[in-house]
């Protein structure tokens, strides 16, 4: 079947404009994910959705960046005022219930993102 | 606080030599521990995973990984190295608690294969 999704694939915008990154998780998870990969933090967790609520966003880096989930499907990962060391890859996960040995977490393709 | 340590940044090996990238944790409980491998422009992959019991897990593509509590590691081996191999390689913990459900990465480890 088909597998995570995300939009665009890459992005490049002039600093300080808004940007949107979408994550289309698979069909029936409903755990998902944002992670952010970049040369100088590595690959960091963002923000945990479980259906439309965020029981843990502790990984958002400031108040500029923002997620939701809406129909416990899709999620739009939105920044606010992008600064150059918004420049990474945006990674997107789901997963349906986690249980024990079934739980992996299941990767999108990523959005590039590059602010000048 | 959690942590997961990848000590090699970058390994080159011969193709149908032997490989061992190395993975170091911390975390106060038996861990959940993942590897992923990561092509270039890709996505990760999932290669192998442990949650509990046999402490010697077989993954894909012939990789295996051995958890050993008592050095805190979970070290990924495979006997002979294809050129299709050459990749980034990440060890992550999972965090599950019913607050949060989350995977701390290491940094990763470049493998390059030579013919």
């Known amino acids: 079947g088909a597998g995570v999704s995300q939009s665009p694939s890459n992005k490049v915008t002039e600093k300080g404009k808004d940007v949107e990154l979408r994550c289309d998780p698979i069909?029936?998870?409903?755990?998902l994910y944002w992670y952010r990969q970049s040369l100088g933090q590595g690959l960091e967790f963002l923000i945990y959705?479980?259906?439309?609520?965020?029981?843990?966003k502790s990984g958002l880096p400031s108040d500029r960046f923002s997620a939701e989930r809406t129909g416990g499907s899709v999620s739009t990962l939105t920044i606010q005022r992008t600064q150059q060391e918004d420049s990474a890859v945006y990674l997107c996960?789901?997963?349906?219930?986690?249980?024990?040995?079934?739980?992996?977490?299941?990767f999108g393709p990523g959005t590039r993102l590059t602010v000048t | 606080a959690q942590s997961v340590t990848q000590p090699d940044i970058h390994i080159t090996v011969s193709e149908g030599a032997s490989l061992e990238l190395r993975c170091n944790y911390s975390?106060?409980?038996?861990?959940?521990l993942f590897w992923y491998v990561q092509s270039p422009g890709q996505g990760l992959q999932l290669l192998l995973k442990?949650?509990?019991?046999?402490?010697l897990v077989q993954g894909i593509k012939g990789f295996e990984a051995e958890f050993k509590r008592s050095q805190s590691s979970f070290n990924l081996r495979k006997p002979s190295v294809h050129w299709s191999d050459a990749a980034e390689y990440f060890c992550?913990?999972?965090?599950?608690?019913?607050?949060?459900?989350?995977?701390?990465f290491g940094t990763g480890t470049r493998l390059q294969v030579f013919p």
């Open positions: 975390y106060g409980a038996t861990p959940y």
């Open positions: 959705f479980q259906g439309n609520s965020a029981p843990d």
């Open positions: 996960a789901s997963t349906y219930p986690p249980t024990g040995a079934d739980y992996e977490q299941y």
């Open positions: 992550a913990v999972g965090l599950l608690s019913y607050n949060t459900d989350k995977l701390i």
């Open positions: 069909s029936g998870h409903t755990a």
């Open positions: 442990y949650f509990s019991g046999d402490t």
